[in-house]
């Protein structure tokens, strides 16, 4: 009986070790950021089981084996689609300013597309003007709508919108809908999903949550996307996910959300409908054809308002694109670099860059909420203060709510907005986007949002910050420890 014991816990230890040794492997093998995997081998060996099963869980970027599969086809057709669209030259433009010069060459280069020529762009910051914008061009379209949310709560002016969509769809407008299923799960929970399917529109469920499934998928994974497109020739995206402020997170005591969407007419429809068909084909395994530009809905004059590049983020799109993206803009800043997000928690480049701009006289602000709805990544963005105050980086906390807009404004000319956070999440895992602008007076509009976000912040110091307790101290290095998998 002893020997009958001895012989199953030996069994049990060595296949514990074999399981360690494995994992371990799959770490190294991996190509991923050194600090990533250091923070991942770290957890294995602190937390054994634990650490293991988080890491089959959360510890490499898959898709599924079905969807992996139809990202491979779905890129190589995407990208073929993409050169084509070089056969309606008159929709892309090559004049950028000096700011957009590197960031437009690395664009072109990955995504085999030059910078897309402008008709219309407008910004709104009131998530009332925003939400009936997109109710009034709801109610005027005739042939197409296309949806993509992280979130939809709802509630208030979104409830209109989800009104305005079913009325779309009774008079004969196609109307498709998809929404992360994490993010909109009271959406699905709700009575809206079967009065839109009555009433004809296609909603579909994105990366489904599924506790039957967690170890042949990663669970985190989301569809962090948001846009709208109608009768390709209208289209709106940026950080305001489909909520209405004043119904959503009441409780969570980091005030009303604060986004900014940006409304857009002309080619840039295009590019993002290809973005759309992928992540629709990727989900249902139906393509939606793609049409050719329209010279006779889209006017292109040499004059365009504005040149733009929409850069997509995600598994089956070229890998650490937003990384780069990020990385050239802030080496490009001269002057001014302003940067908004309500999640900081950069890769080490990412800072280093941020500081080197600091320190070799660009004027860097950086604004973020005061507080914040996540506590993990609230502690873990403190642990990067020293080093960028010490730079010479202006930290602006803002006092007026939730601060989620996601910005980058260089020397006044280049803009970036979109969904992505600076940090891990958004850099290396979620489906995203962001567009990329060069225009002087669109930048001039930014400024005057980001001037504003500053008036209601609070400038961190550097002499008080560190007089901060030493107890806050050590949280904030446990946090940073875990700031590679957040």
């Not at 940026?238 to 002309?266: H, T, Y």
């Not at 910050?465 to 700031?483: N, V």
Request: hydrophobic share 45%; charged share 20%.
């Amino acid at each position: 009986m002893i020997t009958l014991y001895f012989v199953i816990n030996c069994l049990l230890l060595f296949g514990y070790w074999l399981l360690i040794a494995g994992v371990t492997l799959r770490v190294m093998m991996k190509r991923r950021a050194v600090p990533s995997a250091m923070a991942w081998l770290l957890v294995i060996y602190i937390f054994p089981l634990v650490g293991v099963i988080a890491y089959l869980l959360f510890g490499e970027r898959n898709l599924g084996k079905r969807r992996a599969e139809r990202s491979k086809m779905l890129w190589h057709f995407t990208a073929k689609w993409m050169k084509n669209l070089q056969d309606y030259p008159y929709i892309f433009s090559n004049k950028h300013s000096k700011s957009a010069q590197s960031l437009f060459q690395l664009c072109e280069h990955r995504q085999g597309m030059s910078g897309i020529r402008g008709e219309k762009i407008d910004l709104l910051t009131s998530s009332d003007d925003a939400l009936l914008a997109l109710i009034h061009d709801i109610k005027q379209a005739k042939k197409n709508i296309e949806i993509v949310f992280y979130i939809w709560k709802t509630g208030g002016l979104v409830d209109k919108v989800a009104e305005a969509l079913i009325e779309a769809a009774r008079r004969g407008v196609f109307c498709r809908l998809m929404l992360d299923s994490r993010g909109s799960v009271d959406f699905f929970r709700s009575n809206y999903p079967s009065l839109m399917r009555d009433a004809g529109v296609r909603i579909v469920e994105a990366l489904h949550v599924n506790l039957l499934r967690v170890f042949l998928r990663r669970m985190d994974l989301r569809q962090h996307r948001k846009m709208v497109l109608i009768d390709n020739h209208v289209a709106y995206t940026g950080s305001m996910n489909m909520v209405d402020p004043r119904f959503f997170k009441k409780n969570a005591g980091v005030g009303q959300w604060i986004d900014i969407l940006a409304r857009m007419e002309g080619a840039v429809v295009i590019a993002m409908g290809i973005i759309f068909s992928f992540d629709w084909e990727i989900e249902t395994g139906e393509r939606i054809r793609l049409k050719p530009p329209n010279v006779h809905v889209i006017p292109f004059e040499e004059n365009a308002e504005y040149v733009v590049h929409v850069i997509p983020s995600g598994p089956g799109f070229p890998e650490g694109f937003i990384h780069q993206v990020l990385l050239t803009s802030i080496y490009s800043a001269r002057t001014t670099l302003v940067m908004t997000t309500p999640y900081l928690v950069p890769s080490d480049d990412l800072l280093h860059a941020i500081c080197t701009a600091a320190q070799r006289g660009v004027e860097v602000h950086i604004i973020i909420p005061r507080h914040n709805d996540s506590m993990l990544v609230g502690w873990a963005s403190r642990a990067f203060f020293c080093e960028l105050l010490e730079a010479g980086v202006f930290i602006h906390q803002f006092l007026g709510g939730f601060l989620h807009t996601k910005s980058i404004l260089v020397d006044g000319q280049l803009s970036l907005i979109g969904t992505v956070n600076l940090d891990m999440r958004s850099l290396w895992l979620n489906f995203e986007i962001m567009l990329v602008i060069d225009d002087e007076n669109f930048g001039k509009d930014l400024a005057r949002i980001q001037e504003k976000y500053i008036s209601c912040s609070r400038l961190v110091s550097l002499h008080l910050w560190s007089m901060r307790p030493y107890w806050q101290r050590i949280i904030e290095r446990l946090f940073y420890f875990f700031s590679p998998l957040l």
